[in-house]
């Protein structure tokens, strides 16, 4: 199985950047689709980008342009660049995968989920 853990999140001014990081202890996440979602409270878990097995990437509407996956599949690491930070990119951010994912943008889609990593963005 994979288990895997964020780092990277903390306060930040609006315009600013931070850079997350999802590493695993279990498995080698090399053959599957992992991504990275934030949710806000009251909010519906949120889509922000993905790397599926073959290199293609994904981005959300909200973060495209601004936000940039890289993938270590030696490593089993994860990473999201933020940069243009927003007071609505507010969120604990978690880093997902999936064995057997189709749609990418759909949580419903992950197995495996980190316990979260929150991020704020102050005016």
């Known amino acids: 199985q994979v288990q895997l853990v964020e780092s990277g999140g903390g306060l930040v001014r609006a315009g600013g950047s931070l850079r997350l990081s999802c590493t695993t202890s279990?498995?080698?996440?090399?053959?599957?689709?992992v991504a990275w979602f934030r949710q806000a409270p009251g909010n519906e878990r949120e889509f922000v980008g993905g790397s599926r097995a073959s290199g293609i990437l994904y981005y959300g509407e909200s973060v495209k342009d601004r936000f940039f996956i890289a993938r270590n599949n030696h490593m089993n690491t994860l990473s999201l660049q933020m940069n243009s930070l927003k007071p609505e990119d507010t969120g604990v951010y978690y880093c997902?995968?999936?064995?057997?994912?189709?749609?990418?943008?759909?949580?419903?889609?992950?197995?495996?989920w980190g316990p979260g990593t929150q991020v704020t963005v102050s005016l």
């Open positions: 997902a995968a999936s064995r057997f994912a189709g749609l990418a943008y759909n949580p419903s889609e992950y197995d495996y």
């Open positions: 279990g498995r080698s996440f090399s053959s599957y689709l």
